[in-house]
């Protein structure tokens, strides 16, 4: 079946410090890619996606790449902000129904 | 203008009991889905639901039911609540996917679920 797996957190970053958070996944088929982000009380919001293999996502800065060959999406940015803390999902759909296969969510806590 | 929205947002109840959250989307989709988020932040796929096709994941108790009055509703009930119930749910919705790639999902603010 399909699952995606992404590192444990509490990631904890100063300001302006450099984001990875790994995400890799086991799917049949050719699946896209998401992140999507969790602010405290809220909804999740897409973040960035990716459609096939050697597309880009990028959003506020945010960078991942779908490597096919090491079934990655991990997620970057280059200079995290106070308010980039939140839980972030790697997730995929590669099945009818366009349902989401999620990872576990990783938590971000940017000091300033 | 909100884009998916649930309610009620927070709900309370004894084990036992037949509730309902209800989920509404204006973004013209004619695809919806239910999400449970436990303790944890585990997410996991619940239910897909268009107007042609109802795909279950096959861990949900058949406790769960959604119920579609129309395009842009569709809610859940849940009969004879137990404690492992508590979680949050969320409603998203999207296109329809359209060849490989998979639609965009959007998401509702999400119906804190508390089993007493």
């Known amino acids: 079946g399909n699952s995606v797996t992404q590192m444990e957190g509490p990631v904890t970053l100063s300001e302006e410090a450099f984001l990875t958070i790994n995400c890799t996944y086991t799917?049949?088929?050719?699946?896209?890619l998401f992140w999507y982000v969790q602010y405290p009380g809220e909804g999740l919001q897409l973040l960035l996606k990716a459609t096939k293999a050697d597309d880009k996502g990028s959003n506020k800065g945010f960078e991942a790449t779908y490597r096919k060959e090491t079934t990655s999406f991990h997620l970057e940015k280059g200079s995290v902000q106070v308010s980039d803390s939140a839980v972030y999902f790697c997730?995929?759909?590669?099945?009818?129904?366009?349902?989401?296969?999620f990872g576990g969510g990783t938590r971000l806590m940017v000091k300033p | 203008d909100t884009a998916v929205s649930q309610t009620p947002k927070y709900l309370v109840t004894q084990m036992g009991n037949d509730k309902s959250i209800k989920c509404e989307q204006n973004l013209g989709h004619d695809t919806m889905y239910w999400y449970k988020q436990d303790s944890k932040k585990f997410l996991k796929i619940m239910f897909s639901?268009?107007?042609?096709?109802?795909?279950i994941n096959e861990t949900v108790p058949n406790r769960f039911s959604p119920k579609s009055p129309d395009k842009a509703h569709l809610n859940l009930h849940i009969n004879s609540l137990e404690l492992g119930d508590s979680a949050v749910y969320f409603c998203?919705?999207?296109?329809?996917?359209?060849?490989?790639?998979?639609?965009?999902?959007?998401f509702g603010p999400g119906t804190r679920l508390t089993v007493l």
């Open positions: 998203a919705s999207s296109q329809a996917s359209s060849g490989r790639a998979a639609r965009t999902q959007y």
């Open positions: 799917a049949t088929g050719y699946p896209s």
């Open positions: 997730a995929l759909s590669a099945n009818a129904g366009n349902m989401l296969t």
């Open positions: 639901y268009n107007n042609k096709e109802l795909i």
